[in-house]
């Protein structure tokens, strides 16, 4: 079984998000299961200084604007890979997705058509002689692979999307539609059109022969208005074909018995490290010692992610005698709205502001509880970080944040807690600041019983989340779509 994996980030090399985690770990797990996989990335700088080259390019000559593009052979980490050599489209330093003023790339539609465009040329068999049995795209930016490879026609590789955030759909004016080079009919509510623009969601969705997207308790809410961002309708028609696959962890980047990045190592046979490690967070960010849980937050600054009800939350923090340590980039308004909290709860509130791969880890490392008060969440890993890291998360029923923790705090109470899900964290329903209240006063009851918290700590961090598990469930799924490969 061949699989031409598409997408855009990959940890250490490039990383925007819990993306880059997974396209780091996932095709590993996949290659150990027997799979002979390949990626496939836009040739960005930092994608093209940490591959090691690997044969000749094979060159594509012109396509969307760019005079010439390659595909260069090469090995990521362990694995082999095609980045495409396209300079004027994908030569820029910073993030992938958007410029240095914050905004997206205007010529976003061509670049990331190009990524599409080139995963269906695998299928004539002319790059190299490796001809995918499936190729699997993820998110908007390979949102156009599975219509290209419908467009060319014949019986060629099947095709998986995975959704890993319906809220970014690389929708473009309907004047663009002639720069992909897509037969015209593919511009019709029965293709790519939304609205009366193009998305790169929508086709992803339409054309694949299966989607996934990362949680089970995700896959059904996007069929709901709610959840869905417009492409509900669509989803409840392909809900045949339309399943959820939680994400693991790389336990080789998140493991607290051998994490370089923390000040002190321990497990959950040997937590003496972990008070270290609390001890040195408080420091860092100037927080004296305190009679309440430490809240650690590590996260994207949008709506998304509720931190903006984390704010309005922070008397009850206080209550307890808790104090938060942020570390968080994104929108202006919440970046500033979090400064302020700081000023005006000094020794309660301390925050840093940009993207910090070694002091996210000291903060899982070094927090009672992980903060993720997410209104929607397609699967979350911060909360699996946290509890590998003896950090109980406190985080909205939703998404993959459902699929994964379960209330641990109403002893004795009416509990959301299956009978085989033993309590690991906090969970609230509604995505308002009483709710979130409520579930920070029950962390604040239970870690007045250390006996209690302890137990139910210990429990979390001997949790399996590796990858191997959805491994063997994307490995089912491209056996069904190709049964003789
Ligand atoms: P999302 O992909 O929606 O941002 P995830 O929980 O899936 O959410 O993944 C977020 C990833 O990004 C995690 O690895 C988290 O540790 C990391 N991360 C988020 N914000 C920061 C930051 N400011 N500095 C360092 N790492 C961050
Ligand atoms: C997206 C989602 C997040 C998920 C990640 C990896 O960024 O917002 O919930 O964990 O993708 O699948």
Same mark, same amino acid.
């Given at each position: 079984?061949?699989?031409?994996?598409?997408?855009?980030?990959?940890?250490?090399?490039?990383?925007t998000?819990?993306?880059?985690?997974?396209?780091?770990?996932?095709?590993?797990?996949?290659?150990?299961r027997?799979?002979?996989?390949? @990626?496939? %990335? =836009?040739?960005?700088?930092?994608? /093209?200084?940490?591959?090691?080259?690997? !044969? +000749?390019?094979?060159?594509?000559? &012109?396509?969307?604007?760019?005079?010439?593009?390659?595909?260069?052979?090469?090995?990521?980490?362990?694995?082999?890979?095609?980045?495409?050599?396209?300079?004027?489209?994908?030569?820029?330093?910073?993030?992938?997705?958007?410029?240095?003023?914050?905004?997206?790339?205007?010529?976003?539609?061509?670049?990331?058509?190009?990524?599409?465009?080139?995963?269906?040329?695998?299928?004539?068999g002319?790059?190299?002689?490796?001809?995918?049995?499936?190729?699997?795209?993820?998110?908007?930016?390979?949102?156009?692979?599975?219509?290209?490879?419908?467009?060319?026609?014949?019986?060629?590789?099947?095709?998986?999307?995975?959704?890993?955030?319906?809220a970014?759909?690389?929708?473009?004016?309907?004047?663009?539609?002639?720069? @992909?080079? %897509? =037969?015209?009919?593919?511009?019709? /509510?029965?293709?790519?059109?939304?609205? !009366? +623009?193009?998305?790169?969601?929508? &086709?992803?969705?339409f054309?694949?022969?299966?989607?996934?997207?990362?949680?089970?308790?995700?896959?059904?809410?996007?069929?709901?208005?709610?959840?869905?961002?417009?492409?509900?309708?669509?989803?409840?028609?392909?809900?045949?074909?339309?399943?959820?696959?939680?994400?693991?962890?790389?336990?080789?980047?998140?493991?607290?018995?051998?994490d370089?990045?923390?000040?002190?190592?321990?497990?959950?046979?040997?937590?003496?490290?972990k008070?270290?490690?609390?001890?040195a967070?408080?420091?860092?960010?100037?927080?004296?010692?305190?009679?309440?849980?430490?809240?650690?937050?590590?996260?994207r600054?949008?709506?998304?992610?509720?931190?903006?009800?984390l704010?309005?939350?922070?008397?009850?923090?206080?209550?307890?005698?808790?104090?938060?340590?942020?570390?968080?980039?994104?929108e202006?308004?919440?970046?500033?709205?979090?400064?302020?909290?700081?000023?005006?709860?000094?020794?309660?509130?301390?925050?840093?502001?940009?993207y910090?791969?070694?002091?996210?880890?000291?903060?899982?490392?070094?927090?009672?509880?992980?903060?993720?008060?997410?209104?929607?969440?397609?699967?979350g890993l911060?909360?699996?970080?946290?509890?590998?890291?003896?950090?109980?998360?406190?985080?909205?029923?939703?998404?993959?944040?459902?699929?994964?923790?379960?209330?641990?705090?109403?002893?004795?109470?009416?509990?959301?807690?299956?009978?085989?899900?033993?309590?690991?964290?906090?969970?609230?329903?509604?995505?308002?600041?009483?709710?979130?209240?409520?579930?920070?006063?029950?962390?604040?009851?239970?870690?007045?019983?250390?006996?209690?918290?302890?137990?139910?700590?210990?429990a979390?961090?001997?949790?399996?989340?590796?990858?191997?598990?959805?491994?063997?469930?994307?490995?089912?799924?491209?056996?069904?779509?190709?049964?003789?490969?």
């Amino acid at each position: 079984m061949r699989v031409l994996y598409v997408s855009t980030e990959v940890h250490p090399a490039l990383k925007t998000g819990g993306l880059a985690d997974v396209n780091a770990a996932l095709p590993g797990a996949l290659a150990s299961r027997g799979i002979d996989v390949a @990626l496939l %990335l =836009p040739g960005f700088p930092a994608l /093209m200084e940490a591959a090691t080259a690997g !044969g +000749a390019p094979v060159s594509l000559g &012109a396509a969307f604007g760019c005079p010439l593009v390659n595909l260069m052979p090469c090995r990521l980490g362990d694995l082999p890979a095609w980045l495409i050599d396209a300079p004027a489209l994908y030569g820029r330093t910073g993030n992938p997705y958007v410029g240095p003023d914050g905004q997206d790339w205007p010529d976003n539609a061509r670049r990331f058509a190009l990524l599409g465009w080139v995963a269906a040329r695998f299928a004539d068999g002319g790059i190299g002689d490796w001809r995918p049995d499936i190729v699997h795209s993820h998110d908007w930016h390979a949102g156009l692979a599975g219509a290209y490879l419908r467009a060319r026609g014949g019986a060629g590789p099947g095709s998986v999307f995975t959704v890993h955030n319906l809220a970014y759909q690389g929708n473009f004016p309907a004047t663009t539609f002639p720069d @992909l080079a %897509l =037969p015209p009919h593919f511009f019709s /509510m029965h293709g790519l059109e939304f609205h !009366g +623009a193009l998305s790169f969601m929508k &086709a992803g969705l339409f054309y694949a022969d299966r989607i996934t997207t990362v949680s089970p308790t995700y896959a059904r809410e996007i069929q709901s208005a709610e959840h869905g961002f417009g492409m509900e309708g669509l989803l409840r028609s392909r809900a045949g074909a339309l399943s959820g696959i939680l994400n693991g962890v790389d336990t080789s980047t998140w493991d607290p018995r051998r994490d370089p990045a923390l000040p002190a190592r321990f497990s959950a046979d040997a937590l003496e490290g972990k008070a270290v490690c609390r001890q040195a967070l408080r420091a860092e960010f100037g927080l004296p010692q305190a009679g309440g849980p430490l809240f650690g937050v590590v996260s994207r600054l949008t709506a998304q992610k509720g931190l903006d009800l984390l704010l309005e939350a922070l008397p009850a923090i206080a209550a307890i005698d808790g104090q938060g340590a942020l570390l968080g980039t994104g929108e202006r308004a919440l970046e500033a709205a979090w400064q302020l909290a700081a000023a005006s709860h000094p020794g309660r509130v301390a925050v840093r502001h940009g993207y910090d791969e070694a002091l996210a880890h000291r903060i899982f490392g070094g927090a009672d509880i992980i903060a993720v008060p997410s209104r929607f969440e397609p699967c979350g890993l911060t909360q699996m970080y946290g509890l590998l890291y003896g950090a109980l998360p406190l985080v909205r029923r939703t998404g993959g944040l459902a699929d994964t923790v379960h209330e641990a705090g109403r002893v004795g109470a009416a509990t959301h807690t299956a009978a085989d899900a033993p309590g690991n964290g906090f969970v609230f329903e509604l995505p308002h600041v009483t709710d979130l209240s409520a579930a920070i006063a029950r962390a604040g009851a239970l870690w007045r019983s250390p006996t209690a918290w302890q137990a139910v700590r210990n429990a979390g961090m001997r949790a399996e989340f590796g990858w191997a598990h959805a491994a063997g469930h994307y490995a089912d799924l491209y056996r069904q779509i190709r049964p003789e490969a």
